[in-house]
């Protein structure tokens, strides 16, 4: 059996596929896990997300920014924006099941000697700090009062973790890290308005993964959401975003011998409404 690990899919159901063949993916035996942004800008996000749900237990999906909006959306909480593609799945037959199985997805996970979430982790989290925390967000989207939380979950406050931090502040900062975030200060406030790539960064952050005496250094981090980064493989972190929605290419590693597979996505460029 084979892990394998992919970037934001955003809809790109006919890439997944070619790129899931270019992988020798064998859907009798391997998993797959999912950094986060199943749907929106892409073409086909409701044949990925029933792609996603028909694995079951072979596969591992986190919720990534997108994901979260289309709960929102779908709720009627908020409307969509001018470049957002998910009309397909609001009008779709099994629109509710597709909705519901999203939400109980989780916020982060961990296994097989790595760790997965869709934006980063704040310095001061360890990985088992980060999955009790998911844990509480993950609680209050399948519970009963999941809309409340989805009418509370917008907003950029608080910008710093507190253990002491409680409701909807705290909730807020651990969706906002893990789903948002591409920078932090070294005292782990968050940056999130930042869309450049690393080498254009604000005075006093820095890219969350290289903010000295990170806590979760110790287990190699699989995330996405950085499109501007793009691919990036190192020791401690792998960010699988390559930027197939918007026309560049879509990625996966497969975990135990951390080969990586591409497949180039250029039919896609231009298509995307990027406001």
């Known amino acids: 059996m084979a892990t394998i690990a992919i970037g934001d899919v955003q809809g790109c159901y006919d890439q997944l596929m070619r790129l899931l063949e270019r992988a020798g993916y064998d859907e009798r035996r391997d998993m ?32 990534g920014n997108h994901d979260l909006a289309l709960l929102v959306i779908a709720d009627g909480i908020k409307k969509p924006h001018r470049g957002d593609t998910f009309d397909e799945i609001l009008s779709a037959p ?55 939380f989805l009418r509370h979950m917008y907003g950029n406050e608080p910008l710093r973790w507190r253990d002491d931090l409680a409701g909807y502040d705290r909730l807020r900062i651990i969706v906002n890290a893990m789903t948002r975030m591409r ?30 005496g990170r806590a979760s250094r110790g287990t190699p981090v699989i995330f996405g959401h950085w499109a501007a980064l793009g691919l990036l493989v190192r020791k401690d972190v792998v960010c699988l975003d390559s930027g197939c929605v918007w026309g560049r290419s879509l990625s996966a590693l497969r975990l135990e011998d951390r080969r990586l597979f591409e497949l180039d996505c250029p039919e896609l460029e231009g298509t995307v409404d990027e406001n």
């Open 32 to 63: 797959l896990w999912f950094v986060g942004d199943l749907v929106n800008r892409g073409p086909r996000s409701a044949q990925t997300v029933r792609f996603a749900k028909g694995l079951g237990a072979r596969q591992v999906t986190v919720l």
């Open 94 to 148: 099994d629109r509710d099941e597709l909705i519901a199985w999203l939400r109980h997805q989780k916020l982060m996970h961990a296994g097989d000697g790595y760790a997965m979430v869709h934006a980063g982790l704040l310095p001061q989290w360890s990985v088992a700090r980060a999955l009790a925390l998911a844990r509480e967000v993950e609680a209050a989207l399948q519970g009963p009062d999941h809309r409340e």
């Open 183 to 212: 920078l932090a200060a070294p005292d782990g406030t968050l940056e999130l308005r930042h869309k450049l790539g690393p080498n254009v960064l604000p005075a006093g952050y820095l890219p969350w993964y290289d903010v000295p």
